[in-house]
């Protein structure tokens, strides 16, 4: 086994703002693993919040290159233990790894990610397209620029309501709420009802996430369904979602992979939550492990690939919501390094 990587910082299409911050590129690191002359890619894009840069990812990954390239690869579950155990502080980097696991993997047997675990691609869900918090002037503009069938809306600001107003006034389209843990109890208990109004299907985290005795007071009050996304990082969290969540939003750089991402599905299945994979804004590279996903799922937030101006593979494209595949095993992708689109 050999390991090499390539960090990138690839420019959003426009300012990407959510209620933490606003954003110009986003960083990534993309690795691949080489066996035997067979070639597999994984991603982990950085994301501020949870505090694993890049530079920390490429860090632990030097530190420990060699338990990384002499590990026996046989299958990606036996190897995702074994990086859980080596970078137990970094689920980033495990991610990034585990997901070239699986695209070697799949080269190496012949098949689509989806084939290893029965999945019907004819009935998958859509893919939402993100509209980030703005001018609603540019929030409409975004929206007209892009149309889709089903938008997720960042809130988080004064002005919530006349954002999801002047939206739906422009569009029959699905829309989605993300509030990113923005709004307090009282908040959340006052605009759901007008959300509700507007015809919006579902609302992301709408409170911090650790303020779970909120959340179990929204739950019982909300007529809206609730999804988290923050309260919902690793496999123990899902107990914790159940009677203060209608859903969860799975992300596989946070949760560190496929591999305990398809245990947390049949997990949240169990607890008789509804189950969205979202992205963190990844390349081609990233979303297509989201993609293989997608028969095991009800709602899907794939849009990485549509915000950002520079990719760094091909071989998924996307057809209104719809996801189209390469007719490649494993993720389905052919990595080319950045390129503009």
């Known amino acids: ?8 910082n690839l420019k959003f299409r426009h300012l990407f703002t959510i209620s933490k911050g606003t954003k110009t590129h986003q960083p990534t690191l993309i690795v691949e693993l080489e066996n035997f002359g067979w070639k597999g890619y994984g991603e982990a894009p950085a994301i501020s919040y949870y505090n694993i840069p ?26 995702w ?19 070239a696991a699986w695209d070697l993997y799949g080269k190496m047997k012949g098949k689509k990610l ?19 918090i703005d001018s609603i002037d540019r929030m409409i503009a975004k929206m007209r620029e892009k ?11 004064a002005d919530d309501i006349a954002i999801v107003k002047a939206l739906r006034e422009n569009t029959d389209s699905v829309l989605r ?49 609730l999804f988290a996304d923050e309260s919902c990082v690793f496999e123990n969290d899902l107990v914790k979602c159940k009677d203060h969540f209608h859903g969860v939003n799975i992300k596989l750089t946070k949760c560190s992979g496929i591999t305990p991402a398809l245990r947390m599905i049949k997990r949240a299945r169990e607890l008789d939550l509804k189950v969205m994979i979202g992205c963190m804004n990844e390349s081609s590279i990233g979303s297509a492990a989201i993609s293989h996903l997608l028969p095991l799922i009800d709602h899907a937030d794939m849009d990485g690939p ?10 998924i494209e996307y057809d209104y ?8 095993p494993g993720l389905g992708i052919q990595y080319t390094g950045l390129y503009k689109k």
């Open 147 to 157: 149309p889709w069938p089903i938008y997720k809306v960042k809130v988080g600001t």
């Open 1 to 8: 086994m050999k390991v090499n990587y390539w960090q990138y």
């Open 177 to 225: 709420i993300d509030a990113n843990a923005a709004w307090d109890l009282e908040t959340a208990l006052q605009l759901i009802p007008q959300l509700k109004e507007s015809g919006v299907e579902f609302v992301e985290q709408p409170l911090a996430k650790d303020n779970w005795e909120g959340m179990k007071i929204l739950y019982k009050e909300s007529s809206l369904p």
């Open 114 to 132: 989806y084939e290893f675990w029965n999945g019907d691609i004819a009935n998958n869900p859509l893919t939402d397209y993100t509209i980030g």
């Open 306 to 315: 549509l915000l950002l101006e520079e990719d760094v593979a091909t071989g």
């Open 54 to 79: 890049v530079e920390k990812m490429i860090e632990d990954l030097e530190t420990k290159k060699t338990f990384i390239e002499k590990f026996a690869f046989t299958e990606p579950g036996r190897y």
């Open 81 to 99: 233990h074994y990086l859980h155990h080596l970078f137990p502080q970094n689920h980033f980097l495990v991610c990034a790894l585990d997901i």
């Open 321 to 328: 919501g719809k996801i189209i595949y390469s007719d490649d």
